[in-house]
């Protein structure tokens, strides 16, 4: 495999104790003659090197040093420390993947040697932090171990393959050998180097309600990055990114995805350098981190999940997509159908009672909604933004009710029942904060710095990590509760530990995450069957990390129809469909004032995990009847729409209409949506390529009944057409009948 190649390349020629000398002559043809391609051959230059000047060389020559009118400089094996320097001019990483590691003495030196590597089937874990997972016979694990003898740093390169779905996996084991502590000041994941090419990068930035905006640039000469120095991943940076080669589009060309598994503070990097060399690296955030190791003590750093495709952005997403759906999510959910939901927050904010829920809960039961969650406000002194977050004690005045006794009038209906928090958040007006003002993260002597009028839980502390878990328990336990709705409503500043020294504050960011981690690890080993999704200010914490525990996460507070087309597109680069919390809400939009239709609503709902987010009384009986059809029509879809092949027809940021496609894998059956962004007077006509499909299938080719109107329509509208016509002629889209019409069009193979 290529990729297996590139992505071991640091060890594969280190473990050959054969290898032929390397010469310089060979520049230009083929260099090294070995299996595959290795993009970094001699890491650590033990076989020389050679580098092109523009001016007459200095040739080294048994010790000593002669001009030369040749343009290259160049020395042969030598014993010792190689010398390979001047290499790394531009970069702020070493070409060997060593650590950045300051000693007792201060010294800042790591010289990292080949020491052996060990391999073995199945999928290795990392304590404390998420990773894939791969049993025997779909994952194989490589060690490469790395030793520095000087300073008694260890470091083993870890790889996890799984060959079928062309995923390589990547994460690094340090341990301190040696009877001193020593300081981490890097914990870098990945670092990878083409030696040539013309690359572009793929980023994915944005902003609260409008998150993973696609960013195309090329890699010029310089460091260019992307990250999060906000205590969580984020919602202006997703921590994934893609190299691609120039020209690469959906369908053709060689791109490279990179997904950091990671919730916290990340840094992705892309240089070229001074000899037209291209490296990424990918990790931890740098700033504000540092890790003692005592003696005897490891440091893990998170995994890198990379796949790459010669076919284009959409072979790299259904690499990552199938990975993510069957090697990363986890628990009963991943494959069971997930319920249908009703969320109350835009229907109501904080402004219900127990009845006013039930309510709601009763109209939409009738409708096919099969889960009511009942959002902020159920708890505490909290009528609004500014109290009781940390107070997780139901309000029974507020609600008329126990918590109890509400979930089983839910139930009673024939739903199930879930709920809203927000653990890791306090109110400086609860009873919480002030039992333990120490808990809260803020810097001595300093007036705290808030965000939607709340503070930060210290959850790099144990003993507040007990007491969510304990708390929440007691919660869970209390009531018929099926889903919660994990939120996250502020980033991190101020970071400081109370419980932390002061020489290990750089330490508490990630300790931060360690802390969330193991609290939802802890809650879901309780509660086995909890639909757990997560959410942070809606898709500021978007990541593979947080989808190790919730198979589904708030893609964003944007509900515009028209808006999450752009969100959910830059979204489905990395992650599947039914990984996306995306809802239908009311019209005007709370947050745009757009009005859309009702099947435009659920059309763009359709590509996630579907459900609704209003107060269904106030709709119309038409409306009411329309919900009825869609939640039929999504049952009816929800295996092909949750795990069948994702391809994006059009581009959403340029095209007049949105076109998206899932396929099923065999090419049985597929579904291709359309949302028309713009109504124009005279549209030009939109036919789109089908993809996934067998070509010598014959294909029943009918509209969905999203409206009314299309439920007569229907069986007139009915075509047979081929695959290979759909494939390479195209799918006629329908034009708009209206401002932002949607379409929904169903192929089956029928021969």
Same mark, same amino acid.
């Given at each position: 495999?290529?990729?297996?190649?590139?992505?071991v390349?640091?060890?594969l020629?280190?473990?050959?104790?054969?290898? +032929?000398?390397f010469?310089?002559?060979?520049?230009?043809?083929?260099?090294?003659?070995?299996?595959?391609?290795?993009?970094?051959?001699?890491?650590?230059?033990?076989?020389?090197?050679?580098?092109?000047?523009?001016?007459?060389?200095?040739?080294?020559?048994?010790?000593?040093?002669?001009?030369?009118?040749?343009?290259?400089?160049?020395?042969?094996?030598?014993?010792?420390?190689?010398?390979w320097?001047m290499?790394?001019?531009?970069?702020?990483?070493?070409?060997?993947?060593?650590?950045?590691?300051r000693?007792?003495?201060?010294?800042?030196?790591a010289?990292?040697? &080949?020491?052996?590597?060990?391999?073995?089937?199945?999928?290795?874990?990392?304590?404390?932090?998420?990773?894939?997972?791969?049993?025997?016979?779909?994952?194989?694990?490589?060690?490469?171990?790395?030793?520095?003898e000087?300073?008694?740093?260890?470091?083993r390169?870890?790889?996890?393959?799984?060959?079928?779905?062309?995923?390589?996996?990547?994460?690094?084991?340090?341990?301190?050998?040696?009877?001193?502590?020593?300081?981490?000041?890097?914990?870098?994941?990945?670092?990878?180097?083409?030696?040539?090419?013309?690359?572009?990068?793929l980023?994915? !930035?944005?902003?609260?309600?409008?998150?993973?905006?696609v960013?195309?640039?090329?890699i010029?000469?310089?460091?260019?990055?992307?990250?999060?120095?906000?205590?969580?991943?984020?919602?202006h940076?997703?921590?994934?990114?893609?190299?691609?080669?120039?020209?690469?589009?959906?369908?053709?060309?060689?791109?490279?995805?990179?997904?950091?598994?990671?919730?916290?503070?990340?840094?992705?990097?892309?240089?070229?350098?001074?000899?037209?060399?291209?490296?990424?690296?990918?990790?931890?955030? +740098?700033?504000?981190?540092?890790?003692?190791?005592?003696?005897?003590?490891?440091?893990d750093?998170?995994?890198?999940?990379?796949?790459?495709?010669?076919?284009?952005?959409?072979?790299?997403?259904?690499?990552?997509?199938?990975?993510?759906?069957?090697?990363?999510?986890?628990?009963?959910?991943?494959?069971?159908?997930?319920?249908?939901?009703?969320?109350?927050?835009?229907?109501?904010?904080?402004?219900?009672?127990?009845?006013k829920?039930?309510?709601?809960?009763?109209?939409?039961?009738?409708?096919?909604?099969?889960?009511?969650?009942?959002?902020?406000?159920?708890?505490?002194k909290?009528?609004?933004?500014?109290?009781?977050?940390?107070?997780? !004690?139901?309000?029974?005045?507020?609600?008329?009710?126990?918590?109890?006794?509400?979930?089983?009038?839910?139930?009673?209906?024939?739903?199930?029942?879930?709920?809203w928090?927000?653990?890791?958040?306090?109110?400086?007006?609860?009873?919480?904060? %002030?039992?333990?003002?120490?808990w809260?993260?803020?810097?001595?002597?300093?007036?705290?710095?808030l965000s939607?009028?709340?503070l930060?839980?210290?959850?790099?502390?144990?003993?507040?990590?007990? &007491?969510?878990?304990?708390?929440?328990?007691?919660?869970?336990?209390?009531?018929?509760?099926? &889903?919660?709705?994990?939120?996250?409503?502020?980033?991190?500043?101020?970071?400081?530990?109370?419980?932390?020294s002061?020489?290990?504050?750089?330490?508490?960011?990630?300790?931060?995450?360690?802390?969330?981690? %193991?609290?939802?690890?802890?809650?879901?080993?309780?509660?086995?069957?909890?639909?757990?999704?997560?959410?942070?200010?809606?898709?500021?914490?978007?990541?593979?990390?947080?989808?190790? !525990?919730?198979?589904?996460i708030?893609?964003?507070?944007?509900?515009?129809?028209?808006? %999450?087309?752009?969100?959910? &597109?830059g979204?489905?680069?990395?992650?599947?469909?039914?990984?996306?919390?995306?809802?239908?809400?009311?019209?005007?939009?709370?947050?745009?004032?757009?009005?859309?239709?009702?099947?435009?609503?659920?059309?763009?709902?359709?590509?996630?995990?579907?459900?609704?987010?209003?107060?269904?009384?106030?709709?119309?009986?038409?409306?009411?009847?329309?919900?009825?059809?869609?939640?039929?029509?999504?049952?009816?879809?929800?295996?092909?729409i949750?795990?069948?092949?994702?391809?994006?027809?059009?581009?959403?940021?340029?095209?007049?209409?949105?076109?998206?496609?899932?396929?099923?894998?065999?090419?049985?059956?597929?579904?291709?949506?359309?949302?028309?962004q713009?109504?124009?007077a005279? +549209?030009?006509?939109?036919?789109?390529?089908?993809?996934?499909?067998?070509?010598?299938?014959?294909?029943?080719?009918?509209?969905?009944?999203?409206?009314?109107?299309?439920?007569?329509?229907?069986?007139?509208?009915?075509?047979?057409i081929?695959?290979?016509?759909?494939?390479?002629?195209?799918l006629?889209?329908?034009?708009?009948?209206?401002? !932002?019409?949607?379409?929904?069009?169903?192929?089956?193979?029928?021969?």
């Amino acid at each position: 495999m290529l990729w297996a190649a590139i992505a071991v390349f640091s060890c594969l020629t280190a473990a050959n104790g054969n290898e +032929p000398e390397f010469d310089p002559r060979d520049r230009g043809t083929n260099e090294r003659k070995t299996k595959g391609r290795e993009v970094l051959g001699d890491p650590q230059f033990r076989r020389g090197m050679a580098i092109s000047p523009l001016w007459p060389a200095i040739v080294q020559n048994n010790g000593g040093f002669e001009k030369t009118n040749t343009d290259t400089i160049r020395f042969g094996r030598r014993s010792g420390k190689p010398v390979w320097q001047m290499a790394q001019w531009a970069s702020r990483y070493d070409l060997g993947g060593t650590p950045p590691v300051r000693q007792a003495d201060g010294s800042r030196a790591a010289e990292l040697r &080949y020491a052996g590597c060990e391999t073995g089937k199945g999928k290795y874990a990392i304590p404390g932090l998420p990773a894939a997972y791969g049993a025997q016979e779909e994952a194989d694990t490589l060690e490469v171990i790395l030793k520095d003898e000087a300073c008694g740093i260890e470091v083993r390169l870890l790889y996890g393959v799984f060959e079928k779905k062309d995923v390589i996996t990547r994460a690094v084991r340090i341990t301190n050998r040696s009877e001193r502590p020593v300081v981490l000041e890097k914990a870098a994941s990945l670092c990878l180097d083409w030696q040539q090419g013309e690359f572009d990068w793929l980023t994915f !930035y944005g902003r609260h309600a409008m998150e993973r905006n696609v960013q195309r640039t090329g890699i010029a000469h310089g460091v260019q990055s992307v990250g999060s120095v906000r205590g969580a991943s984020s919602h202006h940076y997703n921590p994934f990114a893609v190299l691609c080669e120039k020209g690469t589009d959906e369908t053709k060309g060689l791109c490279y995805g990179f997904s950091f598994m990671y919730s916290g503070e990340f840094l992705i990097e892309a240089e070229k350098d001074q000899a037209d060399q291209t490296r990424f690296v990918c990790g931890i955030h +740098p700033d504000d981190f540092d890790w003692t190791l005592n003696p005897g003590e490891s440091f893990d750093t998170p995994e890198v999940l990379m796949s790459c495709s010669a076919e284009g952005f959409s072979g790299m997403s259904r690499n990552l997509h199938d990975l993510i759906r069957e090697n990363v999510c986890r628990g009963e959910w991943k494959h069971k159908r997930r319920p249908i939901l009703i969320n109350n927050w835009e229907g109501t904010y904080f402004d219900f009672t127990g009845d006013k829920l039930v309510s709601i809960a009763e109209e939409a039961a009738k409708l096919g909604v099969e889960l009511f969650v009942m959002d902020d406000g159920w708890f505490g002194k909290r009528d609004s933004d500014n109290s009781g977050l940390g107070d997780w !004690y139901p309000n029974e005045e507020k609600l008329g009710c126990t918590l109890k006794e509400l979930g089983e009038r839910i139930e009673a209906l024939g739903m199930k029942f879930g709920i809203w928090f927000e653990p890791e958040c306090i109110s400086e007006d609860s009873d919480l904060y %002030r039992a333990h003002p120490d808990w809260a993260v803020q810097i001595p002597g300093r007036k705290p710095n808030l965000s939607r009028n709340q503070l930060i839980l210290d959850f790099s502390r144990e003993d507040v990590q007990e &007491y969510i878990i304990e708390r929440l328990s007691a919660v869970l336990d209390s009531a018929p509760i099926s &889903y919660v709705k994990w939120d996250f409503n502020r980033s991190i500043c101020d970071k400081f530990s109370a419980n932390l020294s002061a020489g290990r504050q750089g330490e508490m960011a990630h300790r931060f995450v360690l802390g969330l981690y %193991r609290v939802l690890e802890e809650l879901l080993e309780r509660y086995p069957h909890l639909l757990l999704e997560g959410c942070s200010g809606g898709g500021g914490r978007f990541d593979t990390g947080m989808l190790y !525990y919730s198979p589904q996460i708030w893609c964003s507070d944007d509900t515009d129809a028209i808006e %999450r087309l752009q969100i959910q &597109y830059g979204t489905s680069f990395a992650y599947p469909v039914n990984t996306m919390g995306a809802h239908v809400s009311a019209v005007p939009n709370h947050q745009t004032g757009r009005v859309t239709p009702i099947a435009t609503r659920a059309c763009v709902a359709m590509a996630g995990t579907f459900g609704y987010e209003l107060d269904v009384n106030k709709m119309t009986d038409e409306e009411k009847e329309a919900v009825k059809r869609q939640i039929q029509i999504f049952k009816e879809q929800y295996d092909l729409i949750s795990y069948g092949d994702y391809y994006r027809l059009t581009d959403v940021q340029k095209s007049s209409c949105a076109v998206w496609e899932t396929a099923a894998k065999d090419g049985s059956e597929a579904l291709v949506s359309a949302v028309w962004q713009h109504v124009q007077a005279t +549209p030009a006509f939109l036919n789109v390529k089908v993809r996934g499909l067998c070509e010598d299938g014959m294909y029943r080719v009918m509209r969905t009944a999203l409206k009314e109107k299309d439920a007569g329509a229907q069986e007139k509208e009915e075509q047979v057409i081929s695959g290979s016509s759909l494939m390479h002629g195209g799918l006629p889209i329908p034009a708009a009948d209206g401002e !932002y019409a949607a379409w929904q069009i169903y192929l089956e193979r029928i021969s």
